[in-house]
T-cell receptor, first 113, second 113 residues
Framework: GNSVTQMEGPVTLSEEAFLTINCTYT??????LFWYVQYPGEGLQLLLK?????DKGSNKGFEATYRKETTSFHLEKGSVQVSDSAVYFC????????????FGSGTRLSIRP | DTAVSQTPKYLVTQMGNDKSIKCEQN?????MYWYKQDSKKFLKIMFS???????INETVPNRFSPKSPDKAHLNLHINSLELGDSAVYFC????????????FGQGTRLTVV
């Protein structure tokens, strides 16, 4: 079946550092890909998405490009802030009789001032 | 206006009890879900409903019984609670079309003692 694998955390960076969180997927069809963010004590929020190959999703300085050839959707940000500390989930949407979102295991990101 | 709302936000109960978590969405979506997030933040889909009809049941013990009185509500009833049921439960909804993101509630933290 379809699956998502993302780098294990926790990831700890200093403020203004460059961030990459790796995500790869396995899918039989052409899923949409998502990054969700979960701030402490809150639910999941959609951070960005891409619906087809070579699409780039971006939001709040974060970017990710849908790479079909490498089945990847790595999350990047050029300069992280303390407020970016959260858990980040890579996910894909598969469609059969109904939509189903499959999540990676999550990566906890901590940013030091 | 809250798009996906769950109640209660916190639930502490004793083993063996029966409890319910309620979920409502005002987005007009046809599909609703329940996800379970364990202590390591791993998210696993439990159920998916489409227009009040059960579509996905991911090998969840039959002590868990979802009920959808209408397409805006999906409640989760849990019988004979066990220590291992302690987790955060998230309700979500999405439109009934391929490759769309899901919108999540704030979660219900269930603690079984």
């Amino acid at each position: 079946g379809n699956s998502v694998t993302q780098m294990e955390g926790p990831v700890t960076l200093s403020e203004e550092a460059f961030l990459t969180i790796n995500c790869t997927y396995t899918a039989t069809g052409y899923p949409s890909l998502f990054w969700y963010v979960q701030y402490p004590g809150e639910g999941l929020q959609l951070l960005l998405k891409a619906t087809k190959a070579d699409d780039k999703g971006s939001n709040k300085g974060f970017e990710a490009t849908y790479r079909k050839e490498t089945t990847s959707f790595h999350l990047e940000k050029g300069s992280v802030q303390v407020s970016d500390s959260a858990v980040y989930f890579c996910a894909l949407s598969e469609w059969s009789s109904a939509s189903k979102i499959i999540f990676g295991s999550g990566t906890r990101l901590s940013i030091r001032p | 206006d809250t798009a996906v709302s769950q109640t209660p936000k916190y639930l502490v109960t004793q083993m063996g009890n029966d409890k319910s978590i309620k979920c409502e969405q005002n987005l007009g979506h046809d599909t609703m879900y329940w996800y379970k997030q364990d202590s390591k933040k791993f998210l696993k889909i439990m159920f998916s409903y489409n227009n009040k009809e059960l579509i996905i049941n991911e090998t969840v013990p039959n002590r868990f019984s979802p009920k959808s009185p209408d397409k805006a509500h999906l409640n989760l009833h849990i019988n004979s609670l066990e220590l291992g049921d302690s987790a955060v439960y998230f309700c979500a909804s999405s439109p009934d079309r391929p490759n769309t993101e899901a919108f999540f509630g704030q979660g219900t933290r269930l603690t079984v003692v």
